[in-house]
């Protein structure tokens, strides 16, 4: 469609059109497989021509893979990147790149170790640089926390009493600034809302006709709307891809921890993170052998050193 919008820009190449399209397969919910220009365009010969190769005339690059990140803190982006491909499974990694060229692609270098045998140990390290974020300059305290708990009742009273300093003391605004995802079925959203409420705190619930209401008739949808004033935003994961804020919450990651071996549940959590533009906090339920990977991915700060244990289920990303 956007291709089509456009308008020829020289009248004697018709199929010739100034578009820039980009692509984040760490970001896609459903695929994290980076779309060939011919699933895209088609095979149109002239179309063909013209997505192929390396430069355009002049020596202008038809491709740029961007390995800067200026939304999400260093700590934040290196631990989703871990905990997302499972960089410290027991088993091996669920998926991820496999050759230096790709990681470094993405802001890493690899120091040591390479990807050729199973068994090897590689370490890599995110260059400060690479995730210029600001944040770091004005806050000196951990941007990256993640607190489990035994119960709902413990861990949702936590939840509300840290809103509340976020709002009264640290006078983040609701909207916008602050941001509840949850990983999971509706259940979590209900939990979380009824939560709020026994706070006397304003919720949202993208497309809902008004604040603090959970369950409302399609026809009364707001359209695309994700924030409202005076009011905390619940979203799940495909909701608030797209959206960010300063303070992210992250609920239901018990769930993940209980398929851990799916890389589509463990990219969903890569996604909840990555919304943070300051700071995330992570809470759980239960005890889970995934809950150390997850305590170790932020330990080691953006420095990984782990085993390559590469099976017939990894799934290898490629840039493209």
Same mark, same amino acid.
């Given at each position: 469609?956007? #291709?089509?919008?456009?308008?020829?820009?020289?009248?004697?190449?018709?199929?010739? %059109?100034?578009?820039?399209?980009?692509?984040?397969?760490?970001?896609?919910?459903?695929?994290?497989?980076?779309?060939?220009? =011919?699933?895209?365009?088609?095979?149109?010969?002239?179309? =063909?021509?013209? @997505?192929?190769? +390396? &430069?355009?005339?002049?020596?202008? =690059?038809?491709?740029?893979?961007?390995?800067?990140?200026?939304?999400?803190?260093?700590?934040?982006?290196?631990?989703?990147?871990?905990?997302?491909?499972?960089?410290?499974?027991?088993?091996?990694?669920?998926?991820? !790149?496999?050759?230096?060229?790709?990681?470094?692609?993405?802001?890493?270098?690899?120091?040591?170790?390479?990807?050729?045998?199973?068994?090897?140990?590689?370490?890599?390290?995110?260059?400060?640089?690479?995730?210029?974020?600001?944040?770091?300059?004005? #806050?000196?305290?951990?941007?990256?926390?993640?607190?489990?708990?035994?119960?709902?009742?413990?861990? &949702?009273?936590?939840?509300? %009493?840290?809103?509340?300093?976020?709002?009264?003391?640290?006078?983040?605004?609701?909207?916008?600034?602050?941001?509840?995802? &949850?990983?999971?079925? %509706?259940?979590?959203?209900? =939990?979380?809302?009824?939560?709020?409420?026994?706070?006397?705190?304003? !919720? !949202?619930?993208?497309?809902?006709?008004?604040?603090?209401?959970?369950?409302?008739?399609?026809?009364? %949808?707001?359209?695309?709307?994700?924030?409202?004033?005076?009011?905390? @935003?619940?979203?799940?994961? #495909?909701?608030?891809?797209?959206?960010?804020?300063?303070?992210? &919450?992250?609920?239901?990651?018990?769930?993940?921890?209980?398929?851990?071996?799916?890389?589509?549940?463990?990219?969903?959590?890569?996604?909840?993170?990555?919304?943070?533009?300051?700071?995330?906090? +992570?809470?759980?339920?239960?005890? #889970?052998?995934? !809950?150390?990977?997850?305590?170790?991915?932020?330990?080691?700060?953006?420095?990984?050193?782990?085993?390559?244990?590469?099976?017939?289920?990894?799934?290898?990303?490629?840039?493209?």
């Amino acid at each position: 469609m956007a #291709y089509k919008a456009l308008k020829p820009i020289d009248s004697s190449k018709p199929k010739l %059109k100034r578009l820039i399209w980009a692509y984040d397969e760490l970001q896609n919910l459903n695929s994290m497989k980076v779309p060939t220009n =011919k699933e895209i365009f088609g095979d149109d010969p002239e179309i =063909k021509e013209l @997505t192929g190769g +390396v &430069y355009y005339e002049g020596g202008i =690059k038809k491709s740029e893979i961007m390995k800067v990140c200026y939304r999400t803190p260093h700590s934040i982006l290196t631990t989703a990147h871990a905990i997302g491909m499972g960089l410290f499974r027991t088993e091996g990694m669920v998926c991820g !790149y496999t050759t230096q060229k790709d990681w470094e692609d993405i802001g890493y270098e690899v120091t040591s170790g390479d990807f050729k045998l199973k068994g090897n140990i590689v370490s890599l390290k995110r260059p400060i640089e690479n995730s210029p974020n600001p944040i770091n300059k004005h #806050y000196s305290g951990d941007l990256i926390s993640f607190e489990t708990f035994t119960n709902n009742e413990d861990l &949702y009273e936590e939840l509300t %009493k840290n809103i509340k300093e976020d709002i009264e003391i640290h006078e983040l605004d609701p909207k916008r600034q602050i941001l509840i995802v &949850y990983i999971g079925n %509706k259940n979590i959203r209900a =939990k979380i809302a009824k939560a709020m409420n026994k706070a006397v705190l304003n !919720y !949202y619930i993208p497309q809902a006709p008004r604040n603090n209401v959970t369950e409302f008739h399609w026809k009364d %949808k707001e359209g695309d709307k994700f924030w409202s004033d005076d009011a905390v @935003t619940i979203a799940s994961v #495909y909701e608030a891809k797209g959206n960010e804020a300063n303070m992210v &919450y992250v609920l239901g990651v018990e769930n993940v921890a209980q398929k851990e071996e799916d890389m589509n549940v463990r990219n969903e959590l890569f996604v909840a993170l990555t919304r943070a533009r300051c700071w995330v906090k +992570v809470m759980g339920l239960g005890e #889970y052998r995934f !809950y150390e990977e997850f305590r170790k991915a932020i330990e080691v700060k953006g420095k990984f050193e782990f085993v390559y244990r590469k099976n017939s289920q990894v799934v290898e990303l490629e840039n493209q």
